[in-house]
């Protein structure tokens, strides 16, 4: 009985690490990155869009470092990296997206795009170039003034987990 339990427990262990191996561009952050991607460049985002803060392209930009930082093993160098993010926020719109009975809006959609362009010095058929868009709503009776602050870092996260699934985790 225990020599079975012992064969079944090294059968076990030998089946996970060569299923763990065989995965050669697996990682448990859920990227999917070349190893020898060892460093990205992200450029200070600019911005082609009226309204925002004038602060948004650098806290963006900031953002995506950040993110890249904790869920990769890549170095964030200034320039000349293996894999480059650029782009600029190219829309920033208040939109109505409900209406009352007497035509007013009842809510509000702050809606963010960014123009991505993407190059991997390690494999170029994975550049691109292409624009990312997230929103949240606000109540109508709330100023875009009363509702940036709590709604922008929302959207910000997303676009930047949105960037980064089509950047490292080739979704």
Do not use: H
């Not at 064969?7 to 191996?21: A, D, E, H, K, M």
């Not at 900031?62 to 190219?90: C, F, H, W």
């Not at 109508?140 to 709604?151: D, G, I, K, Y």
């Amino acid at each position: 009985m225990r020599y079975t339990v012992r064969l079944w427990g090294v059968f076990l262990i030998l089946n996970s690490s060569l299923f763990t191996f065989s995965c050669g561009k697996y990682s448990f952050t859920g990227t999917t990155l070349d190893p020898n991607i060892k460093t990205i460049t992200v450029n200070t985002f600019t911005t082609s869009a009226a309204g925002g803060p004038a602060n948004l392209p650098l806290q963006f930009t900031e953002k995506l470092k950040e993110y890249y930082q904790r869920y990769t093993n890549m170095k964030v160098v200034p320039a000349n990296g293996d894999i480059v993010l650029e782009g600029s926020i190219s829309g920033y719109d208040v939109l109505p997206v409900a209406a009352t009975a007497s035509d007013q809006a009842a809510q509000n959609r702050l809606q963010v795009t960014v123009q991505v362009r993407f190059s991997n010095s390690k494999d170029e058929s994975k550049n691109f170039d292409q624009p990312f868009s997230f929103y949240q709503d606000f109540p109508a009776n709330q100023t875009l003034t009363q509702s940036e602050s709590r709604l922008l870092p929302k959207i910000q996260d997303q676009l930047v987990l949105d960037i980064f699934n089509k950047t490292a985790a080739d979704w």
